[in-house]
């Protein structure tokens, strides 16, 4: 595997259903993040985790759990959602900015998520 | 704040033709970079280029070029001799130096190249 992957690539959930997204990045990063992409809207981040610790939580619903157990993984549990939450949710990571000089992002290809 | 705009919401050219993608930043920050994504139907963002805001000097890869203008807070993005590969989403996006590892970004502009 090369670059970020992210699973399951499509995901339809009621909205009492508990499920979790995964992201791997095999790029040797420290910095990982979370985005919600609705349509029309610009990307929204959610959560920003730097060296395993979370640094940014975007005013997101507590119904959205992140974890980052290590600098490879991102999880994003889900609970009780509801159907304005249907949207891409996309994984990305990169090396965290050092003095000013800030890096690239690199993207997973998402998850498609549907909230019935 | 950070704001990035994207006009053009929808563009629609035929194969060959050259399109330009405009892009306009707000920020108070002195130093700060610029970023261009590609997103295809797939889905995935893909890194087109970094651009920090004391180097202006244009860039140029291959059939893309980029124009970027401090002194009217610009950064467009020229694609020369379009091809139906090149349909995708794209978005300009502006780093925050001062609150670490966030970016923000325009809506996206939709680019159609058609045979």
């Known amino acids: 595997e090369t670059g970020v992957t992210q699973t399951p690539r499509h995901l339809v959930m009621g909205m009492t259903n508990k499920k979790s997204l995964k992201c791997e990045q095999h790029?040797?990063?420290?910095?990982m993040y979370w985005y919600k992409q609705s349509a029309k809207k610009p990307l929204e981040l959610m959560f920003v985790y730097s060296l395993e610790e979370r640094v940014e939580n975007n005013s997101v619903p507590s119904r959205f759990s992140p974890e980052c157990p290590n600098s490879s993984h991102l999880f994003l549990h889900l609970h009780t959602l509801q159907p304005e939450d249907s949207a891409l949710y996309l994984c990305?990571?990169?090396?965290?900015?050092?003095?000013?000089?800030?890096?690239?992002?690199?993207f997973g290809p998402g998850t498609r998520l549907t909230v019935l | 704040a950070q704001k990035v705009t994207q006009a053009q919401t929808e563009i629609s050219v035929v194969e060959k033709e050259d399109v330009t993608l405009d892009c306009v930043y707000e920020t108070r920050d002195t130093t700060y970079y610029l970023f261009w994504y590609k997103q295809p139907p797939s889905g995935e963002l893909v890194f087109l280029i970094r651009r920090n805001s004391f180097d202006e000097q244009n860039e140029i890869s291959g059939r893309y070029s980029w124009n970027f203008q401090k002194s009217t807070s610009s950064f467009n993005f020229t694609i020369t001799a379009s091809q139906v590969v090149d349909s995708a989403v794209y978005f300009c996006a502006l780093s925050d130096t001062g609150g670490g590892n966030k970016l923000t970004f325009g809506t996206g502009t939709q680019l159609k190249v058609e045979l």
């Open positions: 790029l040797g990063h420290n910095a």
């Open positions: 990305a990571s990169s090396q965290d900015p050092v003095a000013g000089f800030y890096n690239e992002q690199f």
